[in-house]
């Protein structure tokens, strides 16, 4: 770059211009008319900038003085520093977007109000977002995301939020309904052939299970399941609940966009904790103990009426007594 030069690296006068390296948007310059001028120009832009010069080899391939000032090698404060453009992440662009479309009436919100909704929820943060623009027509908004992590968690708050996003429709190459479940059991008893069958009443069991164990190697009561949840008739997406019990035995299932709610009354004003009623494990009532139920048992593996847990003919334990055969894949998996 030729400090007050024109493309022959001469001056309006015929004066050499000095030639340095800077990246761009960074420099103060202008047209000089004199070496003198354009000597003090350039010592003015080094006292600003000491970091973005480097002299340049001359036509002789002379190299640069090595005797460089402590100021040419301070640190530059962060509002000082020119814009360095970052390498283009195409793989990113292309995969890890939503599109936007405002979808309600009257005229559309703009980039701000868009920007606050996005914002609004604690998971996501600035250093998720690779690029937020507001196309021509100004009703769609296309979102690019860091990782394929941060575009899942979008996905799950926009679709467990739906009054929060109520007047616009969401587009992207991620299926919303693919999760990964992670089911807790508080005892080792439970066979995975038994949440297997319970999960199948929501959805469709995707990759095998995972098992994750402690730095001793031992499993401690986790599983994880990549799943795909069903939908009702009328196209939404079906929720399962954060909580089951199989008899006495109570167990969590959560994943991303989850609506959380009690285990015990399934109400989602308030967590187990705080929950003033009673659950019979037997019929699934609220209001007395099993030990106190008259009524008919309720099975919640199976969701039949007659049975419970323990004396379910669809559980492992009571098809492995018929016979290894009819727990076939599952005989070393309880």
């Known amino acids: 770059l030729a400090c007050g030069g024109g493309a022959d690296g001469l001056t309006a006068r015929g004066h050499p211009a000095a030639l340095y390296w800077a990246p761009p948007l960074c420099l103060q310059l202008g047209p000089v008319e004199s070496s003198s001028q354009t000597s003090s120009l350039f010592t003015e832009n080094q006292r600003l900038y000491p970091s973005c010069f480097k002299r340049a080899r001359s036509k002789k391939g002379a190299k640069p003085s090595a005797q460089r000032t402590a100021a040419q090698h301070r640190e530059v404060p962060a509002r000082e520093r020119p814009y360095q453009e970052e390498p283009f992440c195409g793989h990113i662009c292309r995969r890890f977007w939503v599109k936007l479309k405002y979808s309600g009436l009257g005229e559309p919100p703009n980039r701000d109000h868009v920007g606050e909704l996005l914002f609004q929820s604690q998971w996501i943060t600035l250093q998720d977002i690779y690029s937020f623009i507001s196309l021509p027509n100004r ?31 969401v587009f992207s190459p991620t299926n919303l309904d693919i999760k990964t479940l992670v089911v807790k059991f508080w005892t080792g008893r439970i066979s995975d052939y038994d949440i297997e069958l319970y999960l199948k009443r929501f959805c469709d069991i995707l990759k095998p299970v995972i098992k994750p164990v402690d730095n001793l190697g031992l499993w401690y009561g986790v599983r994880k399941y990549q799943v795909k949840l069903r939908k009702d008739a009328e196209g939404k997406v079906v929720s399962i609940s954060n909580s089951v019990s199989f008899g006495p035995y109570n167990g969590k299932i959560s994943y991303q966009g989850q609506t959380s709610s009690c285990y015990i009354c399934q109400s989602t004003a308030h967590q187990v904790k705080d929950c003033p009623e009673t659950k019979c494990w037997k019929c699934g009532g609220l209001g007395h103990k099993a030990m106190e139920c008259d009524n008919a048992a309720y099975c919640t593996l199976c969701a039949n009426v007659g049975h419970n847990y323990f004396t379910c003919p669809k559980s492992y334990a009571n098809k492995f007594k018929q016979g290894p055969r009819n727990v076939s894949g599952h005989r070393h998996r309880h």
């Open 139 to 169: 009703r769609e908004f296309e979102i690019c995301f860091n990782t394929e992590k941060a575009l899942n968690v979008f996905l799950d708050q926009y679709s467990s939020n739906q009054q929060h996003w109520k007047d616009f429709e």
